[in-house]
């Protein structure tokens, strides 16, 4: 993207987006800004990476900078990594914002706020349909964002659970590093496993190549890609962790098998292996020990039933920020998905109507038989001051809730027992709902 954003923001303050000569002062502001904080020199490095070109559609221009004319330098800066989601099938673009920094000394100046204005009118001009960030608790909400979708969700499996086989004993099957013969292998496996999800990103070979051989040494961004075969040498799996400790654990961030291999024969080899990758990590990262095995991979993985048999101890939920600025414009995107989930339901052949507000604004679909044959955009009604007060829509959902139940993160009923100002209006809009958006999991393994 050439540089077309500058904005003067007052004080000796300039807004503008990166170029390529930005990359030495980038890397060095990030390092500084996160001190004291162990991941530090990472942050240098990633910023590099993105910097250098090397990631598949990004350039240094989608980064922004807030940069201070009376010094030369960087005061704050975050960037939008696109890439494409799954959603129930359908392909999404999707912008990612991350690297949110501000130096201390230029912080509640408002300067994220307008780096966010710009980075979403950005996204728009792309035609990506959502922006995410793996950000803080609370402080994106601001920004038009809801925690909406599963992330960073998994299990701790105790190693000790999984006693190293006597030397006369041989594993069904062995992992190695994966290598650039093994890209289209990757590829067709992710794919097919993430049919599972309801969300899910898109990795093309490209994608892989880069996390196979496109990202820096001493990042905790840097990750070991591994095939699992079998005593023929088939190649019968992959496995993508972090090449390092995270939290003092080995994290496991994909774990797949092609279809028929066995989870229960397989699993536990692969956790003595993530075993002895720990205790190599343990001597670089100056720790004495570790007990347990990461493994996000969401709320549910065929894995985790041979984990159930070992005592798992489930990980904090944490949650994916969701933009989504135009819904309407999103649910036309997603009819496939829609009038397929209609069909498999128990309103299937519906006709009528579906009104759901918003507070300030909803959405009105139209179906005939079974097909949705209209979305539209309603703004906030004369009567009653908002949707709820009207009495003029089929469900209510304050805010961003509904955002909620469009990602399957959680069911109709469990918002309306949650948050008491939800409101489904009759049985019949409940059950067209659970048909239209019931909860599934999701596994986003997002490009950064």
């Known amino acids: 993207m050439t540089e077309k954003l500058r904005r003067d923001l007052g004080d000796g303050l300039t807004l503008r987006q990166a170029t390529a000569e930005d990359a030495d002062a980038a890397a060095e502001f990030q390092a500084q800004v996160h001190l004291p904080h162990t991941f530090a020199e990472s942050f240098r490095i990633w910023t590099r990476d993105l910097m250098s070109g090397a990631l598949p559609g990004f350039q240094p221009g989608d980064f922004t900078l807030v940069e201070d004319t009376r010094s030369g330098a960087i005061v704050s800066m975050l960037n939008l990594i696109p890439q494409t989601w799954s ?11 991350e690297l949110v920094s501000t130096h201390p000394d230029y912080r509640r100046r408002g300067l994220v ?37 599963e992330f960073g969700v998994g299990y701790s499996c105790p190693v000790s659970n999984w006693p190293a086989l006597d030397d006369a004993v041989r594993e069904p099957c062995t992992v190695r ?13 992710y794919d097919a496993a993430m049919g599972r999800y309801l ?14 051989n496109g990202r820096s040494e001493n990042t905790y961004s840097e990750l070991e890609i591994c095939v699992v075969e079998a005593a023929t040498g088939e190649p019968v799996g992959l496995i993508v962790h972090i090449r390092g400790l995270w939290d003092g654990e080995p994290w496991v961030l994909l774990y797949e098998l092609k279809e028929g291999v066995s989870w ?3 699993t536990p080899g692969v956790v003595r292996y993530l075993r002895r990758m720990g205790k190599a990590y343990i001597a670089r990262q100056t720790r004495r020990a570790f007990r347990n095995v990461a493994f996000e991979l969401g709320t549910e993985h065929p894995a985790y039933e041979v984990m159930n048999d070992r005592s798992p101890r489930m990980k904090r939920i944490r949650a994916w920020y969701v933009r989504v600025p135009d819904i309407a414009g999103f649910l036309r995107h997603v009819t496939p998905v829609l009038e397929r989930r209609v069909a498999d339901s128990a309103v299937a052949g519906y006709g009528g109507r579906l009104t759901i507000g918003f507070v300030d604004s909803g959405v009105d679909l ?18 009653g001051g908002n949707w709820l007060n009207s009495g003029a ?29 939800c409101d ?23 490009v950064w």
């Not at 969300?199 to 196979?212: A, Q």
């Not at 179906?367 to 979305?375: I, L, R, S, T």
């Not at 829509?393 to 100002?421: H, K, N, S, T």
Request: charged fraction near 25%; proline fraction near 6%.
């Open 87 to 97: 959603y129930g099938g359908m392909e999404i673009g999707v912008g990612r914002i």
């Open 113 to 149: 706020r307008v780096q966010m204005d710009a980075v979403h009118e950005m996204s728009a001009k792309r035609g990506e349909k959502m922006q995410v960030i793996s950000g803080i608790p609370w402080f994106y909400r601001q920004f038009g964002y809801e925690m909406a979708l």
């Open 177 to 189: 590093p994966a290598a650039e013969g093994d890209l289209p292998f990757l590829a067709c496996l």
């Open 199 to 212: 969300v899910s990103c898109v990795r093309d070979e490209r994608l892989w190549r880069y996390e196979l």
């Open 264 to 266: 229960r024969e397989v």
């Open 366 to 383: 139209l179906f005939d038989n079974g097909h949705v044959a209209a979305v539209k955009r309603l703004a906030k009604p004369r009567k």
């Open 393 to 421: 829509c089929d469900a209510f959902f304050p805010g961003l809730v509904f955002l909620q139940l469009l990602f399957g993160f959680r069911a109709a009923d469990e918002l309306r027992y949650a948050i008491p100002d």
């Open 424 to 446: 489904i209006g009759s049985p019949e809009t409940r059950s067209l709902l659970n048909a239209l958006f019931p909860k599934q999991p999701s596994h986003v393994w997002g």
